[in-house]
């Protein structure tokens, strides 16, 4: 009995101390004056579900608190639309992320067509996006509708929450800030608000766990049964 406690113990010191946590919000993006353009600033409003089997970074309350977040800022500083391989890319400068906690009783819930509604409350987290930040797209159908996914990184630098993060030796730069089932508008099936052109849902992730990995040798751990 003891070997197998020995044993078990040594595997669990030995595991890599790994664990994916993110923030997770369903979306949309829209972009000024309009998408496909250089120049273009795009806001990206989103609402956050409560994680299934991905835990958030920080505790939070689902059951009385809404959380939203807005993509604010981002300039497309290069487009390219190739109609041969049928795929659209962007690259973007600048922006900012804000994560916002709004009670459920005698707040306001998130309303796309009051983008407000998405920025009041108290500011959880405020984080710069890292340049250059990526949108790649496809249309692997030929049917004129785009969709993908956009990548890179940002940088935590304010909120209510930043001392929290702080304390639980959370790295404040370089979280992944991930655009997730970006798609145009294909009616019936993807629809957007009005005054939106892309669904978009965002993924902020701080991709393994705050607490470092020490390697041990099998004496170590005997060592500490004696």
Not at 17 to 26: D, K, M, P
Not at 150 to 178: H, K, Q
Request: charged share 15%.
């Amino acid at each position: 009995m003891k070997r197998l406690v020995l044993i078990a113990f040594a595997l669990m010191v030995a595991a890599p101390a790994v664990g994916q946590v993110e923030f997770t919000f369903e979306g949309f993006a829209k972009f000024n004056p309009a998408p496909d353009s250089n120049g273009a600033l795009m806001t990206a409003y989103g609402i956050a579900n409560p994680p299934v089997s991905v835990p958030t970074p920080i505790p939070m309350d689902f059951d009385n608190f809404q959380y939203t977040v807005c993509v604010s800022d981002m300039v497309v500083t290069a487009f390219a639309h190739d109609m041969g391989l049928g795929t659209k890319d962007y690259a973007f400068a600048n922006g900012g992320i804000s994560i916002f906690e709004d009670p459920i009783g005698g707040g306001t819930p998130g309303d796309f067509a009051v983008p407000a509604t998405f920025t009041d409350g108290v500011m959880l987290l405020l984080a710069n996006v890292d340049t250059p930040w990526d949108l790649h797209m496809d249309d692997p159908f030929g049917f004129g509708t785009y969709s993908g996914a956009g990548i890179g990184t940002c940088d935590m630098v304010g909120g209510a929450a930043l001392p929290l993060l702080v304390s639980m030796d959370y790295e404040l730069n370089d979280w992944v800030f991930a655009g997730t089932g970006v798609s145009e508008p294909w009616f019936p099936f993807i629809t957007v608000p009005d005054g939106y052109h892309y669904v978009f849902g965002v993924k902020i992730i701080f991709p393994y766990d705050p607490t470092a990995d020490e390697d041990v040798t099998w004496g170590e751990v005997k060592t500490l049964f004696r």
